[in-house]
């Protein structure tokens, strides 16, 4: 199989952050991952595509995103016809503010921040709006301590602020889901380990030490989803890692991730997809380069 690239960031070791601000005419970097987190914003960007993961979307006039440490990411043409695009990137490494620093109540905001980004993160039009200014204003301040404060402002408001989501399944970009319940941390370990073969309600209630109907109620008030979309979010994002990193076939891959027939597979993950197994694929393999 073709592998994505890794990219070789210019940050340097004596250097807290890499900037760079840019105008362009157009999309052309492919789907690559790198160490260092990445904060990009986009501009004039309508009708472009932005890949994270296993999240796909359509993107607007602006957009913001913060993408942990190799995490597969890109932003494609797509239908763009926007001349002028900027776009501001950040990169900094994944300990550059120190476990230390951020287990500071000051700093809980960050680090909660920080943690999201492993999945990637999306920021809504009014928290970009809102941060715009200090955008602009980091790529005009000499590279320095000042600037180094601007970058934790940033981030500072960004996380604050709420006003932002996950992009990649948890199973997909391999981070651990974490909760502060014993019990639905027990469940989810289970399903993430046995998802693919047939999860019972009545084996996930037992693990909790309560009644199914209990439980059900129990696991949908801590996690906001139900048992089953739950254990079908899990086989999507194993699915689509695997549509990613493998030359298995779908129906392959159907039935490795617990799915009972390809039809029903296809449909469910156009559904939270937005496309077919097959075409996500494709996205894929259209930006990859051989390393």
């Given amino acids: 199989m073709e592998k994505i690239i890794t990219e070789i960031t210019p940050l340097e070791k004596k250097d807290c952050f890499y900037l760079v601000d840019r105008n362009k005419e157009s999309f052309t970097y492919p ?26 979307e359509i993107l607007g006039q602006y957009d913001l995103a913060l993408i942990g440490s190799n995490l597969e990411h890109t932003w494609e043409q797509n ?53 715009y200014t200090r955008l602009d ?24 602020d709420n006003d932002y989501r996950k992009l990649a399944s948890s199973s997909f970009a391999n981070v651990q889901v974490s909760t502060e319940s014993r019990r639905v941390r027990k469940v989810e370990e289970y399903i993430d380990t046995n ?8 084996t996930l209630a037992d693990l909790a030490g309560m009644t199914a109907s209990a439980f059900s109620r129990f696991f949908k008030l801590r996690t906001g989803k ?54 996500f694929r494709d996205n894929y393999f259209k930006k990859k380069v051989i390393v």
């Fill in 31 to 56: 789907i690559h991952k790198h160490e260092e987190i990445e904060l990009n914003f986009v501009e004039n960007c309508s009708g472009a595509r932005r890949i994270v993961g296993d999240s796909i």
């Fill in 79 to 131: 239908v763009c016809q926007e001349q002028k695009v900027r776009e501001i990137t950040i990169q900094f490494e994944p300990d550059l503010f120190g476990d230390t620093l951020l287990s500071k109540s000051q700093m809980k905001s960050i680090q909660q921040l920080l943690e999201n980004s492993k999945n990637g993160i999306a920021f809504g039009i009014a928290a970009i709006m809102r941060i």
């Fill in 137 to 160: 204003e980091i790529t005009k301040t000499q590279p320095g301590f000042y600037r180094v404060i601007k970058l934790l402002e940033i981030l500072y408001e960004l996380s604050i």
């Fill in 195 to 202: 998802f693919k073969q047939e999860v019972r309600l009545q």
């Fill in 226 to 279: 139900t048992v089953q979309e739950y254990i079908i979010d899990v086989r999507i994002g194993h699915a689509a890692r695997e549509l990613v990193d493998s030359s298995m076939s779908i129906a392959e891959i159907c039935i490795d991730c617990g799915f009972n027939n390809i039809s029903n597979f296809n449909r469910i993950f156009k559904k939270k997809k937005g496309c077919s197994p097959s075409l």
